[in-house]
């Protein structure tokens, strides 16, 4: 099956830096891998996702970059603010729609 | 537009008790659903998913079952509440055949005492 490895498991940051969050996946068949933002006792929400037929995607301050070849991804955060503070997991997504989620980034901005 | 309810928000129950969680969503037809357990400061354990009424795959063997009595009703249950059952269990719903993209419900907290 699929295996996803997600680091750092802890990252902090001053505001106005950029964050990044780097996963690795081990099922070529994988070729959906969506981000999801989850803050404290709040539900996962999803924030950006990437498809393997494209290398890279952002959406305003975040972006997702995908390397099909080395089989990893990386969600990136320009311009970190005070409430992108949360818990951030990445997934990869095999044909069978069942995702495989890493164990989670807890990013801190500090003010 | 599609909507997921989870109820109930909180549950604090002793150990040996029984168990039901439940999930419905709105606004779309025969949703891929699931369940997943999220202990705290880890991360997301898919338990149960199901593709259509009455079909119920497990992912990990456990104390825990699944029903899906209807096509938008996902049920959660336990005969005999464990300690370690203690978590936060969320439910998720995709579009069958569509997209992958997994939306979470609000969670349960559930506490075993």
């Known amino acids: 099956g699929e295996n996803v490895e997600q680091h750092p498991s802890t990252l902090s940051v001053q505001e106005g830096d950029s964050a990044v969050i780097k996963c690795t996946y081990s099922?070529?068949?994988?070729?959906?891998f969506p981000w999801y933002k989850q803050e404290l006792g709040k539900r996962p929400q999803l924030i950006i996702d990437?498809?393997?037929?494209?290398g890279e995607k952002k959406d305003q301050r975040i972006a997702v970059t995908l390397n099909k070849t080395a089989k990893h991804f990386s969600l990136h955060i320009t311009e970190t603010q005070p409430e992108d503070s949360a818990v951030y997991f990445c997934?990869?997504?095999?044909?069978?729609?069942?995702?495989?989620f890493g164990r989670g980034t807890s990013l801190i901005v500090h003010p | 537009s599609q909507t997921i309810h989870q109820w109930p928000a909180t549950l604090v129950q002793p150990v040996g008790s029984p168990l039901s969680l439940e999930c419905t969503v709105e606004?779309?037809?025969?949703?891929?659903l699931y369940w997943y357990r999220q202990a705290a400061g880890r991360g997301l354990q898919l338990l149960f998913y199901s593709v259509g009424i009455g079909q119920i795959s497990s992912e990990v063997p456990q104390n825990l079952s699944a029903s899906r009595p209807q096509d938008r009703q996902f049920i959660l249950s336990s005969k005999k509440l464990l300690l370690s059952d203690s978590g936060f269990y969320l439910c998720?719903?995709?579009?069958?055949?569509?997209?992958?993209?997994?939306?979470f419900g609000p969670g349960t907290r559930l506490l075993v005492l």
């Open positions: 606004g779309t037809s025969n949703p891929n």
């Open positions: 997934a990869a997504t095999p044909g069978s729609y069942i995702p495989t």
């Open positions: 099922d070529s068949a994988s070729n959906y």
């Open positions: 990437i498809r393997s037929n494209v």
């Open positions: 998720a719903w995709s579009l069958a055949g569509v997209s992958e993209t997994q939306y």
